[in-house]
């Protein structure tokens, strides 16, 4: 694919993100892959294909398409929509088996909080192999022996991620809102379209000015104090915009209250639902489950065997294996997101949520109903409360 048709399909689909966009599943050849190429599965959401694809172009190897339902590998994962059931139909239905030597299937990072890599094993004998958190990391995982720097397992939200989001969010919103306009006050759709980009840019690209607001660095978990940071954040946008709608109002002499009235409602609406999702739309911000119910990852160390995976799928680098005491030691709780991968993956189910009453999330709830950080994130009282006939809390 030429430089720009990828170009139209990346702007076309980034505007359309929150969107599933399928592409058919299947096995696609990258070069000219022989027995002991590489096997990479991903999701088949078309914006991501299209991405690995050009991140191998120059590499052997196969790449399997799963059913992820036109989703992104990581909201499709933790929403139980990218399964196991897909990962072992896309390897046996592609008979991939019968084209290389090994039983190697390196799987996008992300996939780890809805995919279960003992299960993949039992059901097909392939081993999962977790890859890099970011595509353009590929070629140099391959070219490093299929090794992992720290830096390919971390998530990242650089400028251009967030401008993404920033498109993604100012296109539905300009749609919403004209459609209003066009009612109300149709002089109004044109200077509506081009404050909510504004906005829309800049909320994105100054995320990393107001994150430490958004989510304090000390140990201690400081939720109150996130609550305030919160509504400086809201506050001090407001106030941005009000000192702009005013500046402009008297030099082009549109000073009236309704004037300041219409327009600021407006802006604060724009930054009100921006800065609302900014939790989904981001890899940074912790989920409800753990803000809201204190839950926090524990290591039963009676349980713990050492094999470093809850080390290899964390996103945010939570853990430190003590390699002498073979011992997971959850060393940055405070990056913690409760996004789930390490419960699911850790085969010897010594990692659970827990709160300081005791109570605990079995890793059995976790991968049944994938209680993490997005897709179907269960409403409070399912995990606060035991259901008839289903033990979801245990008290230890
Ligand atoms: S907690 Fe589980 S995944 Fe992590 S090192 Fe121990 S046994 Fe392995
Ligand atoms: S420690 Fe937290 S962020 Fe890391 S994998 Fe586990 S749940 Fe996710």
Redesign the pocket.
Known sequence: MNILKYGLFYLLETILRFLPLPQKTGLIKIGYPDRNSPVLLTGNYHLTVLKVKRALKGQNAFLLVANSHGINVWCAAAGGHFTNHGVISALKISNIQSLVDHRAVILPQLA??GIEAKVIDQRTGWKVKWGPVNIEDFPDYLKNGQKKTINMSVVRFPLRDRLEMAIAWAFWMSVVFSLVLLIIKSEAVVPAIIIVWLLAFFVFSTFPVYLPLLRPKEQEKQWEKRRIGRRIFLFSFLFLVLAGLGAYSLLTSHFTVNFLLFWGILSFVTVLLLGGDLAGSTPFLISEFREEKDFQ?EVDGKKCRGDGI?GI???????TLDKQKRLAI?ER?E?????????VQCQFDA?SYADKKGRRVSPDFVRKHKV??SGKRKPRSTYATKKKGENIIENL
């Open positions: 780890a909080c990852v809850c799928v964390c996103p945010l680098d939570c853990f959850l709780p990056k913690c997101i409760c996004c789930g991968a390490c419960v990692l993490g950080l």
